[in-house]
């Protein structure tokens, strides 16, 4: 069984930085897309940060240029930077892998969430 566990959430200052990171564990075969999305009180989840399976990264705008998202699959982790950050980059971060895991299966995996909360 392929489980996501988040951490490095916290309270920072606005302009402060915070680092995520998302472990995985269980038997992985094959990782195809990697992802942070972020859920703010009474929005929709929206994707903050992904990586792709060309191994190309797209940012949402309102990130760009503050977020760098990196993964390391030889440890099955992932990471997101998070530099100049904004009151209204506070939400609950998750992360999200679409994935075949040891028995065949595909399909996108979540973790439980992480909660950043920008100060002003």
């Known amino acids: 069984q392929v489980q996501l566990v988040e951490s490095g959430g916290g309270l920072v200052q606005t302009g402060g930085s915070l680092r995520l990171s998302c472990a995985a564990s269980?038997?992985?075969?094959?990782?195809?897309?990697i992802g942070w999305y972020r859920q703010a009180p009474g929005k929709q989840r929206e994707l903050v940060a992904a990586?792709?399976?060309?191994?190309?990264?797209n940012y949402a705008d309102s990130v760009r240029g503050r977020f760098t998202i990196s993964s390391d699959n030889a440890k099955k982790m992932v990471y997101l930077q998070m530099n100049s950050l904004k009151p209204e980059d506070t939400a609950v971060y998750y992360c999200?892998?679409?994935?075949?895991?040891?028995?065949?299966?595909?399909?996108?995996?979540w973790g439980q969430g992480t909660q950043v909360t920008v100060s002003s």
């Open positions: 999200s892998i679409g994935l075949r895991n040891g028995v065949g299966s595909v399909g996108n995996y």
């Open positions: 269980g038997s992985i075969v094959s990782i195809y897309n």
């Open positions: 990586i792709t399976r060309t191994g190309s990264r």
